[in-house]
């Protein structure tokens, strides 16, 4: 035999190795203003007091966000006070205008703005009521939403 072919007889005969790699990936989610206690005992150990500070400063956010909600609301019902009176005030001249114009002998006349006037008022009051049933259906959506999405974050953990 000559040296190559020695060679190749000894590549031939070692066993074959194999290499196995396992990689593993690890993802953490979480939502909200506050950590996981994982994460705020790692912030407490790094930086004593820290998970004080993102406590309190999750408790001012909300405190703030709560403040801005309120105002928002009052704000919307003055809104909505403010047009419901000048909506009637405004029914009512026209009503008051109608009967006028019926004691005046325009009777068609009359009986049209009242009728009119009529159908204005019901058109908007079924309008905004159906509007307030979409805006709560959507609101609940978003919740249902939220909840799925925690509840998902709790299976991923």
Excluded: C, N
Excluded at 32 to 38: E, K, T, W
Excluded at 98 to 116: M, T
Aim: glycine share 8%; aromatic share 6%.
């Amino acid at each position: 035999m000559t040296d190559s072919q020695g060679d190749i007889d000894d590549v031939e005969a070692r066993p074959e190795k194999q290499v196995t790699t396992t990689v593993t990936q690890v993802e953490t989610r979480y939502s909200g203003p506050i950590p996981p206690p994982s994460a705020l005992a790692k912030y407490e150990e790094i930086m004593p007091g820290s998970a004080d500070r993102i406590l309190r400063m999750a408790e001012t956010q909300a405190q703030h966000r709560q403040s801005l909600e309120s105002t928002v609301i009052a704000s919307d019902v003055w809104t909505e006070r403010a047009g419901l009176v000048a909506a009637g005030l405004l029914g009512a001249i026209i009503l008051v205008g109608s009967i006028w114009l019926i004691g005046s002998g325009r009777d068609v006349e009359g009986f049209v703005i009242i009728i009119g006037e009529s159908i204005l008022f019901l058109s908007v009051f079924f309008y905004s009521r159906k509007r307030r049933q979409i805006e709560r259906s959507q609101q609940q959506e978003m919740l249902i939403a939220a909840r799925e999405g925690r509840e998902s974050l709790r299976e991923d953990v």
